[in-house]
């Protein structure tokens, strides 16, 4: 049996897409659609406040497609308030005029071989600030779930510790030559979700997706061992751009 690599984790993570159901929103009274906003203008400020005392952090994107129109990205301590989170969102009278179409449960998470020796990861403050992220508010963002193969000698989960931590690594510097263009979030979902890993991009420009997910399509992990789910990318809405996206 190959060693599992440890990993260390952070805050729960939910990717929340929804659609809206525009035909219910157009038959709405003014009344009800004034209504509605308010109660997702209040959402929004609770969790602005959350994220303000540093108990977790909330983005907001609009979706490009027709896979959703939006999605919400939470992250919280514990799995229990993403679930009442949730729950209270759901309870509300604007999200009566969603409809859910996908989402995806993990983990904030970080190879153990990250950990400086000797130290503590929860004594580590820059370790602290990646394992329980604010999340950025960059123009754009993609997620994507992943896998890592299990087929013949494409078995990644067969590979000898070392060797995975060496591609890992050869990996990683592919993703370091977009620093300060793309910041990266990666949350581990194995026993959570139907995938073993979400991965959240956010950019300024929707391109350095395009180019950082090709570049390393070439590199060995992903070219032998990357299966990648959909794809969701998408625009920030900030409470006013929120506000314009439900004008009706």
């Given at each position: 049996?190959?060693?599992?690599?440890?990993?260390?984790?952070?805050?729960?993570?939910?990717?929340?897409?929804?659609?809206?159901?525009w035909?219910?929103?157009?038959?709405?009274?003014?009344?009800?659609?004034?209504?509605?906003?308010e109660?997702?203008?209040?959402?929004?400020?609770?969790?602005?406040?959350?994220?303000?005392?540093?108990?977790?952090?909330?983005a907001?994107?609009?979706?490009?497609?027709?896979?959703?129109?939006?999605?919400?990205?939470q992250?919280?301590?514990?799995?229990?308030?993403?679930?009442?989170?949730?729950?209270?969102?759901?309870?509300?009278?604007?999200?009566?005029?969603?409809?859910?179409v996908?989402?995806?449960?993990?983990?904030?998470?970080?190879?153990?071989?990250?950990?400086?020796?000797?130290?503590?990861?929860?004594?580590?403050?820059?370790?602290?600030?990646?394992?329980?992220?604010?999340?950025?508010k960059?123009?754009?963002?993609?997620?994507?779930?992943?896998?890592?193969?299990?087929?013949?000698?494409?078995?990644?989960?067969?590979?000898?510790?070392?060797?995975?931590?060496?591609m890992?690594?050869?990996?990683?510097?592919?993703?370091?030559?977009?620093?300060?263009?793309?910041?990266?979030?990666?949350?581990?979902?194995?026993?959570?979700?139907?995938?073993?890993?979400?991965?959240?991009?956010?950019?300024?420009?929707?391109?350095?997706?395009?180019?950082?997910?090709?570049?390393?399509?070439?590199?060995?992990?992903?070219?032998?061992?990357?299966?990648?789910?959909?794809?969701?990318?998408?625009?920030?809405?900030?409470?006013?751009?929120?506000?314009?996206?439900?004008?009706?």
């Amino acid at each position: 049996m190959s060693e599992a690599v440890q990993t260390l984790e952070g805050w729960y993570a939910l990717h929340d897409f929804r659609l809206i159901d525009w035909n219910a929103w157009h038959a709405a009274t003014p009344q009800e659609r004034k209504h509605a906003t308010e109660e997702l203008n209040t959402f929004l400020s609770q969790w602005q406040q959350v994220e303000n005392d540093k108990l977790g952090s909330t983005a907001v994107y609009s979706i490009v497609g027709q896979k959703a129109d939006f999605v919400f990205m939470q992250l919280r301590e514990t799995l229990e308030e993403l679930n009442d989170l949730e729950n209270a969102f759901n309870k509300s009278s604007f999200a009566a005029f969603t409809i859910p179409v996908y989402s995806y449960v993990s983990i904030v998470e970080l190879s153990s071989y990250l950990a400086k020796p000797g130290v503590d990861p929860a004594e580590d403050p820059e370790l602290q600030a990646r394992l329980k992220p604010i999340l950025p508010k960059a123009k754009h963002i993609c997620f994507y779930p992943m896998n890592k193969r299990r087929d013949g000698n494409d078995n990644w989960y067969m590979l000898p510790a070392e060797d995975r931590k060496t591609m890992m690594r050869s990996h990683g510097m592919i993703g370091r030559t977009y620093a300060g263009k793309v910041k990266q979030i990666i949350t581990g979902s194995v026993g959570l979700d139907d995938w073993e890993w979400g991965v959240t991009l956010f950019s300024e420009d929707p391109l350095h997706f395009k180019k950082l997910v090709y570049e390393m399509r070439f590199d060995e992990v992903s070219a032998r061992f990357g299966e990648f789910g959909d794809f969701y990318v998408g625009n920030l809405l900030s409470p006013e751009k929120f506000a314009q996206l439900i004008q009706v």
